[in-house]
């Protein structure tokens, strides 16, 4: 409660200062750029700033903290723009957090110089503008989150550079262009995130076929085209894959059987033609599907009526025909839909 006390520059000796989730208000003084010791700075989830152009003052003077190795600043009222002297930090910053701010304006090209971060939120604020294509030299960053902004333009090549990358999440902004190739050199990636966005293209099979996806592959909500590649088939541990709302077409690949860790699947409101793959019947550990709104056809599979996790099942709008089957999930009539068959 109260505000950070100015005189809190005068404890030199300070390595940490760590007020996480309390009810601080006011400024964050500039003062604290004395503190020369410091390594954490934790201001997360209180109520710092008044969303004005004002509130990020005090960054260039942690400029002089030169052991800062950790920064959060999320979760707060702090507007203005991030300023072109962030690319003066400290090196050996690792990780960075300003999540759910007001913070607006374009991404610095400056923040490629922080190449030690590791952990960079900037997800729920007002950034404009392109990801600047000096993001590629962060070579040691694992996570970042640019969800729910207004940025637009492509998304660089240069992320590719970044291989040590474990999650990648770009929802809820305005980028256009292609899913760039060269992120199929991001071998250690888990989850991924391009949701409703303004995409094109197709899905590079060199990024939809990364073994290492495991935890979700979401892309719903653009404007990609041409079919489901192949190398899904290599998401052997994926469990959520999310392709819905595009411009998908073909068949349904029957390589999409190998993903027999898979528990939620949807790919509604797309093109994809013809029956559904015999390879399905791989996937026992399907808790969601929704296959809505797609032109497949013929008998819907006596199979899905033995997965024993189905917990909702949509095959609503396609042209199916012949008898719903009558055991298992399809014995609920509140977890299924069929119309429109």
Same mark, same amino acid.
């Given at each position: ?23 601080? $208000? ?39 903290? $030169?052991?800062?190795?950790?920064? +959060?600043?999320?979760?707060?009222? &702090?507007?203005?723009? #991030? ?17 759910? !701010? ?7 090209? %400056?923040? +490629? ?5 590791? #952990? ?15 993001? %590629?030299?962060?070579? *040691? &960053? ?24 474990? %999650? ?9 262009? !292609? ?45 990609? $085209? ?23 077409? %073909? ?18 409101? !797309? ?41 909702? &099942? ?11 089957? *009558? ?15």
């Amino acid at each position: 409660m109260g505000s950070i006390l100015v005189s809190l520059s005068n404890a030199s000796g300070l390595e940490m200062i760590d007020f996480f989730r309390n009810h601080i $208000t006011g400024p964050v003084p500039r003062n604290l750029g004395s503190l020369k010791r410091l390594s954490l700075l934790n201001f997360i989830h209180n109520h710092l700033g008044s969303g004005q152009s004002s509130d990020l003052n005090f960054l260039p003077f942690l400029n002089n903290c $030169t052991n800062l190795q950790r920064l +959060g600043i999320a979760l707060n009222r &702090l507007g203005g723009k #991030l300023p072109d002297s962030i690319s003066n930090l400290p090196t050996q910053l690792s990780i960075f957090s300003m999540g759910s !701010n007001l913070i607006h304006g374009s991404i610095p090209e %400056g923040i +490629g110089n922080l190449v030690s971060l590791t #952990l960079l939120g900037m997800e729920d604020n007002m950034f404009s503008g392109s990801i600047p294509v000096a993001w %590629g030299k962060l070579q *040691k &960053l694992e996570k970042f989150n640019l969800a729910s902004n207004r940025l637009s333009g492509p998304i660089p090549s240069s992320l590719g550079n970044l291989t040590q990358l474990i %999650g990648v999440f770009m929802s809820e902004n305005n980028l256009e262009g !292609n899913i760039p190739a060269s992120l199929g050199n991001c071998q250690s990636l888990l989850e991924l995130d391009f949701s409703y966005n303004k995409l094109n293209g197709t899905i590079p099979k060199e990024v939809i076929g990364i073994p290492s996806l495991s935890i979700s592959f979401v892309v719903g909500r653009n404007s990609l $085209t041409g079919s489901l590649p192949l190398e899904v088939g290599n998401l052997k541990d994926l469990g959520e894959l999310v392709i819905a709302k595009n411009n998908f077409s %073909g068949e349904i690949p029957n390589t999409l059987g190998s993903c027999v860790s898979l528990e939620l699947l949807y790919m509604a409101g !797309n093109s994809f033609q013809g029956s559904l793959p015999l390879s399905f019947e791989n996937l026992r550990a399907l808790k969601v599907v929704d296959l809505s709104c797609n032109k497949l056809s013929g008998v819907i599979p006596q199979y899905l009526g033995k997965f024993s996790s189905l917990e909702r &099942l949509n095959l609503s709008f396609n042209d199916f025909e012949g008898e719903v089957p *009558k055991q298992g999930i399809f014995a609920n009539v509140s977890a299924i839909s069929v119309i429109g068959n």
